[in-house]
Nanobody, 127 residues
Framework: VQLVESGGGSVQAGGSLRLSCSASGYAYSSYCMGWFRQAPGKEREGIAAIYTGGGNAYVDDSVKGRFTISEDNAKNMVYLQMNSLKPEDTAMYYC??????????????????????WGQGTQVTVS
């Protein structure tokens, strides 16, 4: 299983970016894919997840209203649309797959350890 992220970059506060994750090598038609981010000195946190093939999509309350996760199942792509970016969104963003995500009271419970496949990450810097 291979995951490749793209779309990161530097943007001014209030701007937008769309991250893409290309997935290949999967044997199943539906699985959980998620976006995590990790800022320097902080733990990796899960912010959005989608069950591919038309399943549920979730975003954590910390980014709700600004970030949207979506998929193009035909292209094996998952996207993270990020609007109204803030300096605190600056982090390395990772795509991950073959895990699980459960929304509980608005917070998205998704542990990095539960995901088996990871991309190399793409840097997002907001100034």
């Amino acid at each position: 299983v291979q995951l490749v992220e793209s779309g990161g970059g530097s943007v001014q506060a209030g701007g937008s970016l769309r991250l893409s994750c290309s997935a290949s090598g999967y044997a199943y038609s539906s699985y959980c894919m998620g976006w995590f981010r990790q800022a320097p000195g902080k733990e990796r946190e899960g912010i959005a997840a989608i069950y591919t093939g038309g399943g549920n999509a979730y975003v954590d309350d910390s980014v709700k209203g600004r970030f949207t996760i979506s998929e193009d199942n035909a292209k094996n792509m998952v996207y993270l649309q990020m609007n109204s970016l803030k300096p605190e969104d600056t982090a390395m963003y990772y795509c991950a797959a073959e895990g699980a995500a459960v929304p509980v009271g608005g917070r998205l419970h998704m542990r990095a350890d539960d995901f088996d496949s990871w991309g190399q990450g793409t840097q997002v810097t907001v100034s």
